[in-house]
Every structure is written in C-alpha cells, then in structure tokens.
C-alpha cells in the first residue's frame, strides 16, 4: 500500500529537506505552495512574499482555511493511488482534517529545530529571504490567521533539526520504517 505524508513546520525548519529527500526516493510530492503561485499567475498577480501572504490569508477568507486542501484533494488522491506521495505546506487544522477525513491513512512528520536557527537560515535564504522583523510577523501570522499551529501540535512523528544532516536523514528513515512496520502489522 502506497503512502501518504505531510511534512509540517514553521518557515526555516527544514521541511524541505524531507520533501526532497522522498522525492529524490521517488515519492510524489503535492506542493501546496505551489496552489497559490498557480491561482496568483492566472490572475495575473506578481509573486513577492507580500502578495503571496496576502493571497493565502484571502482565499482562505473567502472558502475556508481548508481551501488548499479542498484544491489539491483530486491531485492528492491521485499521486497517492500511483505511488508514496508527501505535501508540502499543508498549514491550517481544517486543512488537516479535511485530508485526514478523505485519507484516514495520513501521517504528520512535523520537523523543527530552534527560532534562532531558523531565522538565521530564512535570513540567507537565496528564494524568498526575510529579516528577523519579517520572519517573526509571517511566523505570528501563520500562526494566528493560518491557524498553522494545530497540524504541528498534532504531528504522529517529530524531527529536530538544529543543523546535523545525518541525524536529520536517519531520524526520518528511522519514522518511514516505523510507518511501514505499523502498515505491516494490519
């Protein structure tokens, strides 16, 4: 049986290695991020960090803080029927519960490591860098507008990331075969 994951953590975590990890080991991964570029392109908005904030807290306004999930459902079940699928960006309780309703099976791996840390990374970002100032307002408002926090309390599995790549990997190999194991023993 193919399985489904979604990493989860605040910005500069390092949920993206974990993405690209699994990608590189075949997995499919549904970026939810990507959602939002695709809808801002189509309407003819231009990407800054600004408009993408204000796009993300809009839409889910207007259709619910599920409505990524609600866009990407179809996409989601249909990678996960083909192969071992992982979301990328999947940031509000509802969103969540929507996909854990639709798939019971879903596992949360939530990856994070010290604020410090993770500002300083953000901050030598090439892609989308902020200053501390920056990284703590979209840190606030992810947690209070996004509702963001939830699906990190919640997470079935958890990886510390204060800057060791072999630990990171083997934390994540070690939760992958623990998954397959519980999936073994059903």
């Not at 949920?15 to 699994?22: E, G, M, P, Q, R």
């Not at 990997?169 to 939760?175: A, D, F, M, S």
Request: glycine fraction near 8%; include cysteine; aromatic fraction near 10%.
């Amino acid at each position: 049986m193919n399985k489904l994951i979604a990493v989860v953590g605040m910005a500069g975590s390092g949920k993206s290695i974990a993405t690209d990890y699994l990608e590189k080991k075949g997995w499919k991964k549904i970026y939810f991020g990507g959602a939002v570029y695709d809808r801002m392109r189509k309407e003819g908005i231009e990407i800054t960090p600004e408009s993408q904030k204000e796009y993300r807290e809009n839409i889910r306004k207007k259709y619910g803080m599920g409505a990524i999930a609600e866009i990407l459902k179809e996409d989601i079940e249909k990678a996960y029927k083909e192969t071992n699928t992982v979301l990328d960006g999947l940031y509000s309780w509802d969103e969540y519960i929507i996909l854990k309703e639709k798939f019971p099976e879903l596992k949360l791996i939530c990856v994070v490591c010290d604020k410090k840390i993770r500002y300083e990374r953000i901050a030598v970002r090439v892609d989308r860098p902020f200053n501390h100032d920056e990284i703590k307002d979209r840190d606030l408002s992810e947690i209070e507008n996004l509702a963001k926090g939830g699906p990190i309390a919640y997470a079935d599995y958890f990886i510390f990331n204060n800057g060791n790549l072999e630990e990171y990997e083997e934390r994540l190999i070690e939760i992958l075969n623990t998954i397959e194991q519980q999936e073994g023993e059903k």
